[in-house]
């Protein structure tokens, strides 16, 4: 079964500085890779995704995150983090075949963003 | 704009009864999903559907039920509600062509069993 990893469960940076969360994963098969951002009280936005092709995917927000397929990763970067970014990040890992596909979630990183 | 309706947002109900969350997308989408969020947990599957009287068990199931009467909707049902079911429930649905997984997700429902 699948299964994703986020090793940090919060994190604080300050603004302008740079991010880089992590998450590990997994999966037997070529996997299909998520960032989604949680803002309190709401739902899942999705960053960006991962499927095939350049291993380097760029998202929403300024957003980024690298496929490293040899450390079975998939972590999101930003360059320069604003205060709008604080919020939780998921990472998730899409399985299963033809139309039968659902998405494994990590446990989250809450990113915290100070002045 | 196609969208994913959750209701209610917010529901605290008492221990032993029924409790039913309603999910309802207008995408058109063939699957649909509940997840809870929990702390520290991060979004479990409780059930999911791949189409119209198809439904699945998903990794946190027991005590729930749904049911896929048509494509729009996939209601949650809480069968004898426990505290251990105090949680924020989120439903999502998904376009599997091409074999895309990318959800959209419902803004939750907050549910508070005392």
């Known amino acids: 079964a699948q299964s994703v990893t986020q090793p940090d469960i919060h994190i604080t940076v300050s603004e302008g500085a740079s991010l880089e969360l992590r998450c590990n994963y997994s999966y037997g098969a070529t996997p299909y890779l998520f960032w989604y951002v949680q803002s309190p009280g709401q739902g899942l936005q999705l960053l960006l995704k991962y499927f095939s092709g350049d291993t380097l995917v760029q998202g929403i927000k300024g957003f980024e995150a690298e496929f490293k397929r040899s450390q079975s990763s998939f972590n999101l970067r930003k360059p320069s983090v604003h205060w709008s970014d604080a919020a939780e990040y998921f990472c998730a890992v899409g399985a299963g075949s033809g139309s039968a596909r659902q998405l494994t979630f990590g446990s989250g990183t809450q990113l915290t963003v100070l002045p | 704009d196609a969208e994913i309706t959750q209701s209610p947002r917010h529901k605290i109900t008492e221990t032993g009864r029924q409790v039913t969350l309603a999910c309802h997308q207008t995408?058109?989408?063939?699957?649909m999903f509940w997840y809870r969020q929990d702390l520290g947990h991060g979004l479990r599957l409780i059930h999911y559907s791949y189409g119209v009287q198809d439904t699945n068990k998903g990794e946190v199931s027991d005590g729930y039920s749904v049911s896929r009467s048509n494509t729009e909707d996939l209601p949650l049902t809480l069968e004898s509600a426990a505290s251990s079911q105090t949680s924020v429930y989120f439903c999502?649905?998904?376009?599997?062509?091409?074999?895309?997984?990318?959800?959209?997700f419902g803004q939750g429902t907050r549910l508070t069993v005392v």
């Open positions: 995408w058109n989408h063939n699957n």
């Open positions: 999502a649905s998904s376009d599997p062509s091409g074999g895309n997984t990318e959800a959209f």
